[in-house]
T-cell receptor, first 115, second 113 residues
């Protein structure tokens, strides 16, 4: 099955600096890679996603890169703000023989943006 | 538009008690999921449903049962709660099965003593 590793588990940055969170996956057949942000006391919310036929995607201050050869993908947040403080989860989605697309989540990264 | 709503938000159970967690979505999604979230383990899929009247096992289904009698509702049951089931439970729904955005509820924090 798929195995997703996420690093670092905690990350502290100064406001205005950039933050990078990295994930690796094990199964080269995975074809969809979402990133979720979870604020305290709330459920995860999708912030950006990328499919396997794309190498990079950007949405304002957030970007995701995918290296299929190395089987890793990363989340980049530029010009960080205090409201970016949250737990971020990466995930990899793998098609199965049963028709179900199995989603495996990383363990999460707690990002703290220091004002 | 409420999205995904979970009931209750908090619950404390004694070992051996039973309970049902309710999830309701108003986005007309076919697919619904129950996850549990534990420290250092991310989100793990308990059960899922591909439509009204259907359910299937995820990666950690033991000790749980589910039902999807109506398209908008997905119920998670614990027949005999154990301390190992202490966790935060999230319900989610999506338009497609596993390769599009999943919308999550706010979570249910369950403690089994």
């Amino acid at each position: 099955g798929e195995n997703v590793e996420q690093h670092p588990s905690t990350l502290s940055v100064q406001e205005g600096d950039s933050a990078v969170i990295k994930c690796t996956y094990s199964d080269s057949a995975s074809n969809y890679f979402p990133w979720y942000k979870q604020e305290l006391g709330k459920g995860p919310q999708l912030i950006i996603d990328i499919r396997s036929n794309v190498g990079e995607k950007k949405d304002q201050r957030i970007a995701v890169t995918l290296n299929k050869t190395a089987k890793h993908f990363s989340l980049h947040i530029t010009e960080t703000q205090p409201e970016d403080s949250a737990v971020y989860f990466c995930a990899a989605s793998l098609p199965t023989s049963g028709g179900y697309q199995k989603v495996t989540f990383g363990i999460g990264t707690k990002l703290q943006v220091i004002p | 538009n409420a999205g995904v709503t979970q009931t209750p938000k908090f619950r404390v159970l004694k070992t051996g008690q039973s309970m049902t967690l309710l999830c309701a979505q108003d986005m007309n999604h076919e697919y619904m999921y129950w996850y549990r979230q534990d420290p250092g383990m991310g989100l793990r899929l308990i059960h899922y449903s591909v439509g009204e009247g259907t359910t299937a096992k995820g990666e950690v289904p033991d000790g749980y049962n589910v039902s999807r009698l109506k398209k908008q509702n997905f119920l998670l049951g614990l027949e005999s709660a154990a301390p190992s089931q202490t966790s935060v439970y999230f319900c989610a729904s999506s338009y497609r099965l596993g390769n599009t955005e999943a919308f999550f509820g706010q979570g249910t924090r369950l403690t089994v003593v």
